[in-house]
């Protein structure tokens, strides 16, 4: 212990003499453990936030998508063929298994006329298990219910966007707004979700009964996509084939013919989303880690030059019976310690970057400790790399042409 204390109190008081130069030394890898950090720790708090977004989308999200139609054998693209109806949907209800909940989803639009003002907005036909599936809380009044949707009444809720717009400062419950020519009793609002994935409003929609929006905004014949949940994260694919199945079944799809419909699942989006933050993170990470190996040349070219100015202290250690062990650990200690030493500022350098960024800007970056202990340690390995060819021809010098050496 004693003797490893004498030696790191020489490494420092080597490091001391010459400061600055040991300070520009290391600002290789002072600079490449900050960068490491940071730009992890950035991809670490994107991966979040998508996380966070994808979570607000719904709770084991199962949606299904209309298919394609083709005309000369060219396709038209994604829901060009829509033949989903409520028909479908009671099937899914009465026949599936594996879903926890099942709602519709009538898609229409138009301006929105309420409290003296005007906006236009997208308008959700829903069940009331759209709110457990979607994520969706109330933050005043009350959802609407299944008899609700039964009787077509001509209800609806207001997302935040849609209710400061409409209604800054005043409570919409109760209120009546129209929705391009149909009258509509607002029953309560919306809890604020923000932002979707794809940089969306999701606070800007009204949602209303399927069967109202379908018959008294659409007049379509069909509605345009299906939501579920499944009834655990693990038996989603399962819940997912079982409503293919049944759904082929309800279109009359024979055996061998292509789906007319499209399944997709959250954990799909999840995945994706979440690799393309990964690769990132690791392109970032390893664009950092290169001011690693630079400032490790540096630090074994500024011993190199601590070697041949030392030739003659070297000498006479040599000559007072010091072995050439001795003297390489001494100079790897001192490459090793420089090495630390700069770790030690990058890190509390990617510390300040990061809690600055998040303070002045959007981003939410998180620093991960095992990237910390990761970037620390290597900055330890590069000491150890680069310093052990200077510690070894320092160790390997001739002690006569050492003493000589002027």
Request: without cysteine.
């Amino acid at each position: 212990m004693l003797q490893l204390k004498n030696l790191l109190k020489v490494a420092f008081k080597s490091i001391h003499k010459n400061g600055l130069r040991s300070l520009l030394t290391s600002l290789g890898i002072i600079i490449g453990v900050g960068a490491v950090i940071v730009m992890v720790a950035i991809g670490e708090g994107s991966q979040a936030q998508i996380q966070n977004q994808i979570a607000s989308l719904g709770t084991n999200l199962i949606i299904v998508f209309p298919g394609a139609s083709r005309s000369g054998g060219i396709s038209r693209g994604a829901g060009s063929f829509n033949r989903f109806t409520f028909a479908d949907v009671e099937k899914l209800q009465r026949e599936a298994t594996l879903l926890s909940a099942l709602s519709p989803v009538v898609r229409s639009g138009g301006q929105i006329i309420g409290g003296g003002k005007n906006w236009s907005s997208t308008v959700y036909g829903v069940s009331p298990e759209y709110m457990t599936i979607r994520n969706w809380q109330i933050e005043r009044g009350e959802f609407f219910t299944e008899r609700d949707v039964r009787s077509q009444r001509k209800v609806a809720l207001l997302g935040k966007t849609i209710a400061d717009e409409l209604f800054a400062g005043q409570d919409p419950v109760g209120e009546k707004i129209r929705i391009r020519d149909t009258p509509f009793t607002v029953i309560g609002t919306l809890k604020a979700k923000g932002q979707s994935g794809m940089g969306q409003d999701q606070d800007d929609v009204v949602l209303a009964p399927a069967t109202t929006v379908f018959y008294h905004l659409k007049g379509g014949r069909n509605i345009d996509m299906i939501n579920a949940s499944s009834i655990a994260t693990n038996r989603m694919v399962e819940a997912q084939e079982e409503m293919r199945v049944l759904l082929r079944e309800a279109h009359r799809i024979e055996p061998g013919d292509d789906d007319d419909f499209s399944i997709r699942n959250q954990a799909e989006i999840t995945d994706a989303a979440s690799e393309t933050s990964r690769v990132m993170t690791l392109l970032l990470g390893s664009i950092a880690g290169v001011s690693l190996i630079v400032g490790g040349i540096g630090i074994m070219n500024i011993m190199l030059v601590s070697v041949t100015e030392r030739t003659r202290e070297i000498g006479i250690r040599l000559a007072v019976g010091a072995r050439s062990s001795d003297v390489l650990i001494q100079f790897l200690a001192e490459a090793i310690v420089l090495s630390l030493i700069g770790g030690i500022i990058g890190i509390l350098l990617a510390a300040g970057v990061v809690f600055a960024l998040n303070k002045l800007t959007d981003l939410n970056a998180l620093i991960n400790p095992g990237i910390v202990f990761l970037a620390f340690f290597f900055s330890g390995a590069v000491g150890v790399f680069f310093g052990f060819y200077p510690a070894r021809k320092a160790a390997g010098l001739n002690p006569i042409d050492a003493l000589r050496y002027e």
